[in-house]
Nanobody
Framework: QVQLVESGGGLVQAGGSLRLSCAAS????????MGWFRQAPGKEREIVAA????????YYIDSAKGRFAISRDDAKNTVYLQMNSLKPEDTAVYYC???????????????WGQGTQVTVSS
C-alpha cells in the first residue's frame, strides 16, 4: 500500500514558478511509476506528467513540455513537479498518483494523494 501527500501549491502570478512535492509512505515506492494530474473546475482530471521507476523515462502532455519537469528521489520517497512559466490556465488542483505501470491512463493509477491547489493569477 502506498499513501501519498502533496504539498507546495499556492497562489502565484503568471510567469512565476512553483515546485510541488509528493511524499510517499511504504517501502515499495521505487517500484512504482508516479504521475502528476490536475483537475480544473468543471473539467476532467488530466495527466500532466509521469515518471517511470528509476527515472528511466518521463512523459509530459504537450502544454507542459518545456515548462514543467517531473523528477523523483527514491531515497526520500518523493516525487516532484517543477512548474515554470506558469499560466492562468494551469490553475487546478494537482494530484500525485502511483501506478505499477508507466502509463498515461488515469484509470491505471491505484493510489492517489488528496491534492494541492495551484492558482495562477493573470
Amino acid at each position: 500500500q502506498v499513501q501519498l501527500v502533496e504539498s507546495g501549491g499556492g497562489l502565484v502570478q503568471a510567469g512565476g514558478s512553483l515546485r510541488l512535492s509528493c511524499a510517499a509512505s511504504g517501502r515499495t515506492f521505487s517500484s512504482y511509476a508516479m504521475g502528476w494530474f490536475r483537475q480544473a473546475p468543471g473539467k476532467e482530471r488530466e495527466i500532466v506528467a509521469a515518471i517511470k521507476w528509476s527515472s528511466s523515462r518521463t512523459y509530459y502532455i504537450d502544454s507542459a513540455k518545456g515548462r514543467f519537469a517531473i523528477s523523483r528521489d527514491d531515497a526520500k520517497n518523493t516525487v516532484y513537479l517543477q512548474m515554470n512559466s506558469l499560466k492562468p490556465e494551469d490553475t487546478a488542483v494537482y494530484y500525485c498518483a502511483a501506478s505499477r505501470e508507466f502509463v498515461a491512463s488515469i484509470d491505471r493509477y491505484d493510489h492517489w494523494g488528496q491534492g494541492t491547489q495551484v492558482t495562477v493569477s493573470s
